[in-house]
Structures are given as C-alpha cells and as structure tokens.
C-alpha cells in the first residue's frame, strides 16, 4: 500500500487494473485500517477517474455475493447518499411505490454513512432482517415485489470499510459506488447523484452497460428529484432539464423534506408517508422519483401517466401492503 500512496500523494491517478487490485486487497482484508483510510482520504480531496471507477466497480462486482433472480425483472432507485442534505429515505419510499405499482424490486442499500439514517436503517428499524440468501429474497420479490439487499452481507470490502466510513462521517467513493454494483443486477437502475461532474461518469459508464436507466441530480445539490428546485435527468436519449413544476406540479421548501434527527424519527416520516399520511411535498417529491423509476421500465406512455400509476400505488394504499407483506415475510 505505500506504494500505491506515494504514487497517489504525487498526484498521478489509477489505470483500471491497478484499481481493482487495491479494491480487491481492501476486500480481503491484505491492507490495515489507516492504509485504508489514508488511501479512501485522497479521494475525499481530488476527484475519482473513470479508470479509478471502473477498476472499483470491478473489484466489488468479482468480489460480491451475487444473487440469481433469473427470469425476474428488476428495478433499483438509489441514491449514492453524501449530498449532505439529510431529506427523509426518498429513494426507499419511492421502491415500495413502485413495487405497489406492479413492479418487482431489488433493492440495494447500506447504513448512512454521513447521513442520520440510511436505506438500511430505516428497513431494519421497521422490522425487516438482512439475509443474503437467494431462496428467501426471491419469496420476497414474489409474493410482496420488493426484496432488500444490504451491501456488507454481499460486498466483503464493504464490509470491512464500514467502520472507517462511520468513523470518517464524511462522502467517499464507497458512495460512488454502492448504486453500481448491486448483486441482483437489476435491469433497470434510477441513480441519483450529488453533482454533475459524477453524474455524467455514471452516464458514461451506463451507457455501455444497460438500456434501461436514468440517472437524476436536483441541480441544487441533491442526489435525488428534490423538487427544491430544478432536476436533470441523463438517459440514453440524452440530458434534459426539468422543472419541479413540470415533475410535480409543486415546488418545495428544503425543510419540508427533512429527514428528521434520529433513525426513530426518519422510521416515523416512513411510515407516515407510506401510509398516506405525509405532507403533500413529501408525498411530491416521492411520486415523482418513483414515477420516473416506472417511466424508465418503458411501460407508460409518457412521464404523466407514470406519475398517475405511483400516485395510485400510494394512495390506495398497495405500496403499504407491499411493506407489510415484505416484514411479515421476516
């Protein structure tokens, strides 16, 4: 590893080759906790590659757990979290709409690591058990539509970093890359990032590996449709602007999408929201990220009539049963 900083401290970047190798020691545990932190800390001060990205991306892929869910379909809406905004678990909420919608889900989440509470703990506050086996995360795809995947138990190298990203408290490129390598490869991925410089690597990357994404940026610093200003959305029939007017008909106050100060109250703003019972902002800015995760699967015509399938998907109330069956399934 030493020689690996010193190449890195003198400014020079990673080939893809030589970013997977590291990425696959980390994972094995070869490296101790402050090589591994002095080496995740120089991306916190320049910007990753797309050689850094792709040779990280491959590392975790050989290295995961994967799942097989062969002949099923499935979607992902992440974000990769480290927008520093604290909003309450969108991209979660937004799965179990669709789910409600008729869609199957495979959703791949992790502890927050510099937000208060991320995908995973909401989850497992509300009563669902991380399981890595294939058997009973297809049950759940079949009989509820929505499965959760919890990266450490399928990704060892991330595993391992857990402590020192908790401890850092701080966006690294782990955040980068948790919506990349989720190991039931979904067909369809909606990512949201934090900037547009990142958002347009993962476009570069996407665009050679799938048919079927969007990547989303509130232009406001979001790594989601916030709806606190504008959005822009990069798919393979290129980059558009879009108002939170035209998505939502309604533009929102930062506050009113908080996330809350404890992982029981971000469990709280869930539930309320799931239950047809959140603000109209909060219930907005969902509908419109799970409307574009439909739009995406190419099954609606056009954005509006997705946006009308996720409404009826909350209100009537199939995205809570969808949850329900999904934790009585523990």
Do not use: W
């Not at 491959?58 to 869910?69: G, H, I, R, S």
């Not at 709280?268 to 699967?297: C, D, M, R, W, Y």
């Amino acid at each position: 590893m030493k020689k690996i900083l010193n190449h890195l401290f003198e400014h020079k970047t990673l080939n893809r080759a030589e970013a997977k190798e590291v990425l696959v020691n980390i994972g094995k545990g070869v490296y101790n906790e402050h090589e591994v932190t002095s080496f995740m800390t120089v991306f916190l001060m320049r910007s990753i590659t797309l050689q850094e990205l792709q040779g990280f991306q491959d590392a975790l892929l050989e290295l995961c757990l994967p799942m097989d869910f062969s002949g099923i379909d499935t979607i992902d809406i992440v974000g990769t979290g480290g927008d520093g905004k604290n909003t309450f678990n969108i991209s979660t909420l937004s799965c179990f709409i669709v789910a409600g919608a008729g869609h199957k889900v495979s959703k791949h989440g992790n502890y927050g690591a510099s937000a208060i509470s991320g995908s995973s703990n909401v989850i497992e506050s509300l009563g669902y058990r991380f399981k890595n086996d294939n058997a009973a995360l297809r049950k759940e795809l079949e009989e509820a539509n929505i499965c959760f995947l919890h990266a450490p138990m399928f990704h060892p190298a991330l595993k391992n970093v857990g402590p020192i990203r908790k401890n850092l408290g701080m966006r690294t490129f782990f955040n980068m890359l948790g919506p990349l390598v989720n190991p039931a490869f979904p067909k369809f991925s909606i990512i949201g990032v934090y900037n547009l410089e990142m958002a347009r690597l993962y476009n570069y990357l996407l665009q050679q590996q799938k048919e079927n994404f969007a990547i989303v940026h509130g232009l406001d610093g979001y790594d989601e449709v916030s709806l606190t200003g504008d959005s822009k959305l990069f798919t393979h029939e290129g980059e558009k602007v879009f108002s939170a007017v035209q998505l939502a008909g309604m533009e929102v106050k930062p506050e009113s999408i908080s996330g809350g100060n404890t992982i029981e109250e971000a469990a709280h703003i869930f539930k309320t929201i799931i239950e047809g019972k959140g603000s109209p902002e909060q219930e907005a800015v969902v509908l419109a990220n799970a409307a574009i995760a439909l739009q995406v699967t190419g099954l609606f015509k056009s954005y509006d009539d997705a946006f009308e399938a996720a409404k009826e998907s909350l209100r009537s109330g199939k995205a809570n049963t969808c949850l329900k069956k999904l934790i009585s399934l523990q």
